[in-house]
């Protein structure tokens, strides 16, 4: 069964970070591009950025440029977000997700708070 | 960055009648012969699902009576019939230039 499954969330305080994982089974996840996106409590989603299968392309959305780290490593079929500098508008939840130019396979999420 | 702009925000649609929901792109997602749309239904709780992507191509394990037609800025999801599982919000969302970008969404209501 192809399954992404996220987790590493949870309560950070604002200035904090937090590295998120998302581990990949029942697919070769090396030959994938991956993604986070995100969704705050109520609202949509929004693209975080991506990673192509041997990690030299990354791509973010601008005004998460400096904050997130996207990583991988394929020998453990794990995708990863390095989070930063966080503040109470990053609290949502963060799911990853496989493929481009579409998205064919969702993880649960895992749900970051941000709050002192 | 490409701005999706969806309409309506929210439906209501009877059992069996048809649901429509637009997506507008501030730009061409069109590249090469290929429109770089995609649909996604996200129901409470649950992660989105894919529905259509590449504007008209139905995913697999996707019902039929989901359709989606476009090009250029003007996209469409047809839902026909309605069925009570499809109380939904949807997506549409751009993948022809990064960032990639999604619609704020339309929430599907059954009357």
């Not at chain 1, 305080?13 to 996840?29: I, V």
């Not at chain 1, 959305?61 to 794990?78: E, G, H, M, Q, V």
């Amino acid at each position: 069964e192809v399954k992404l499954l996220e987790s590493g969330g949870g309560l950070v305080q604002p200035g904090g970070s937090l590295k998120l994982s998302c581990a990949a089974s029942g697919f070769d996840f090396s030959r994938y591009w991956m993604s986070w996106v995100r969704q705050a409590p109520g609202k949509g989603l929004e693209w975080i950025g991506e990673i192509n299968p041997d990690s030299s392309t990354i791509n973010y959305t601008p005004s998460l440029k400096d904050k997130f780290i996207i990583s991988r490593d394929n020998a453990k079929n794990t995708l990863y977000l390095q989070m930063s500098k966080v503040r109470s508008e990053d609290t949502a939840l963060y799911y990853c997700a496989r493929g481009r130019p579409q998205f064919d396979v969702w993880g649960a999420g895992t749900t970051v708070t941000v709050s002192s | 960055d490409i701005v999706l702009t969806q309409s309506p925000a929210s439906l209501a649609v009877s059992l069996g009648q048809r649901a429509t929901i637009s997506c507008k792109a501030s730009q061409s997602v069109d590249y090469d012969g290929d429109s770089y749309m995609n649909w996604y239904q996200q129901k409470p709780g649950q992660p989105p699902k894919l529905l259509i992507y590449a504007a008209s191509n139905l995913e697999s394990g996707i019902p039929a009576r989901f359709s989606g037609s476009g090009s250029g800025t003007d996209f469409t999801l047809n839902i026909h019939p309605v069925e009570e599982e499809d109380a939904a919000t949807y997506y549409c969302q751009q993948s022809n230039e990064d960032p990639l970008t999604f619609g704020a969404g339309t929430k599907l209501e059954l009357k």
